[in-house]
């Protein structure tokens, strides 16, 4: 089992519509997560921290799920501009690494 | 403030040829990043240094060298290219004690 999973997708979603995208983790013992965006041939590019309280940016609704070990991505009202890979990544305690899913693709069409 | 910069953007070897990726950040990060990026495999961490004057393996060192020049460099090197070793290179820098990684452009490796 890969430590960090992601559903690879597509996700094909109109204009305007809500989308959620998950992401498990194994290892009990995470301690910090991220959701990175990453346009097609460019770098990853921070999109939010996880925190244990949830946490929203604009359109954009990141939750950690510790009892069940995932986090989530809620992105409202979709614009053609979110169409990219989004990627989980994973902390786990005192480590100087970060663990990374393979991404979920996300396609917004009009 | 450039962030982190890769050099080069694209690069072509032949099976054999040796080559180095060279990484810069101007953010006065301590720790220091080498990913791969491959289709359907995600990033996976070649190298790292959490601080100046130390380096680590990460998921797939086998066929690469790292050097932590100083606080701002952090190169990697291929010794003999494998066909294998064909895929998209990041480097990142972190600031401590923060875990949030910042990334740089990425070096396109073909090797034939």
């Known amino acids: 089992r890969k430590e960090v999973e992601q559903d690879p997708g597509p996700f094909n979603v109109p204009e305007g519509a809500t989308v959620a995208f998950n992401c498990t983790y194994s290892n009990s013992a995470s301690q910090s997560f991220f959701w990175y965006r990453q346009d097609c041939r460019k770098e990853p590019k921070l999109l939010m921290s996880?925190?244990?309280s949830g946490n929203e940016d604009g359109r954009f609704t990141a939750q950690l799920n510790r009892a069940s070990q995932y986090i989530s991505l809620l992105i409202r009202d979709s614009k053609l501009s979110d169409s990219a890979t989004y990627l989980c990544?994973?902390?786990?305690?005192?480590?100087?690494?970060?663990?990374f899913g393979a991404g979920t693709i996300l396609r917004v069409k009009s | 403030n450039a962030g982190v910069t890769q050099t080069p953007k694209f690069q072509v070897l032949k099976t054999g040829q040796s080559m180095t990726l060279q990484c810069a950040q101007d953010m006065n990060h301590n720790s220091m990043y080498w990913y791969r990026q491959d289709p359907g495999m995600g990033l996976r961490l070649i190298y790292y240094s959490a601080s100046e004057g130390t380096t680590d393996k990460g998921e797939v060192p086998n066929g690469y060298n790292v050097s932590r020049l100083n606080k701002r460099e952090f190169s990697l090197r291929l010794e003999s290219a494998a066909p294998s070793q064909t895929s998209v290179y990041f480097c990142?820098?972190?600031?401590?004690?923060?875990?949030?990684?910042?990334f740089g452009p990425g070096t396109r490796l073909t090797v034939t």
């Open positions: 990544a994973v902390n786990y305690r005192g480590g100087n690494k970060l663990v």
């Open positions: 996880v925190y244990s």
């Open positions: 990142a820098s972190r600031e401590t004690p923060s875990y949030e990684q910042y």
